[in-house]
T-cell receptor, first 115, second 112 residues
Framework: AQTVTQSQPEMSVQEAETVTLSCTYD???????LFWYKQPPSRQMILVIR??????QNATENRFSVNFQKAAKSFSLKISDSQLGDTAMYFC????????????FGKGTHLIIQP | SAVISQKPSRDICQRGTSLTIQCQVD?????MFWYRQQPGQSLTLIAT?????????ESGFVIDKFPISRPNLTFSTLTVSNMSPEDSSIYLC?????????FGPGTRLTVT
């Protein structure tokens, strides 16, 4: 079984700053996917970014990028030029290749962007 | 991607009763999942519901408490049976597509 650990329950930064959210995971699998999901107060789960474990290149989506260190089993999310709308819970998640076992989530990080 | 709707969006129920949550997807999908998010907590997988087979439940979840139906490739239901206040949670369905998972808007259940 895999585990996902997010060690930062809450983070607060000023608007326009850069913030990094940490995530580590444990698995015996070699092929898998990692995700960051955003959950605003509306509770809708929004996919922020996806990383395929067999790809060495770090995924990037506009202001969001990841630092994927496979050997260290680390998967951090960097948000550049943070905006007020980035305020939300952020969950790191693991999925085996194929996805038949669903997602395993970390406990989440509550990110607050201050004006 | 996939567009997923859930009904009801929220409900308040008496203990001892049951509630059935519906999940509708705008395309045919093989893998559907049900998650529970207890207040202030992360998401936990309840079960996997693939069309044409019995639902597979995670440790700590049983069919008698959370019966699931999957009659076709676009629809599933989750029933929360004999509810207690501990069942107060957000219940979310999701679908697996192209190595991603998409979520419905969730059903907020309060049991009094």
């Amino acid at each position: 079984a895999q585990t996902v650990t997010q060690s930062q329950p809450e983070m607060s930064v000023q608007e326009a700053e850069t913030v990094t959210l940490s995530c580590t995971y444990d698995t015996s699998e070699s092929n898998y996917y990692l995700f960051w999901y955003k959950q605003p107060p509306s509770r809708q789960m929004i996919l922020v970014i996806r990383q395929e474990a067999y790809k060495q290149q770090n995924a990037t989506e506009n202001r969001f990028s990841v630092n994927f260190q496979k050997a260290a089993k680390s998967f951090s999310l960097k948000i550049s030029d943070s905006q007020l709308g980035d305020t939300a819970m952020y969950f790191c998640a693991f999925m085996n290749r194929g996805g038949a076992d669903g997602l395993t989530f970390g406990k989440g990080t509550h990110l607050i962007i201050q004006p | 991607s996939a567009v997923i709707s859930q009904k009801p969006s929220r409900d308040i129920c008496q203990r001892g009763t049951s509630l059935t949550i519906q999940c509708q997807v705008d395309s045919q999908v093989t893998m559907m999942f049900w998650y529970r998010q207890q207040p202030g907590q992360s998401l936990t997988l309840i079960a996997t519901a693939n069309q044409g087979s019995e639902a597979t439940y995670e440790s700590g979840f049983v069919i008698d408490k959370f019966p699931i139906s999957r009659p076709n490739l676009t629809f599933s239901t989750l029933t929360v049976s004999n509810m207690s206040p501990e069942d107060s949670s957000i219940y979310l369905c999701s679908v697996g597509l192209a190595s991603e998972q998409y979520f419905g808007p969730g059903t907020r259940l309060t049991v009094t």
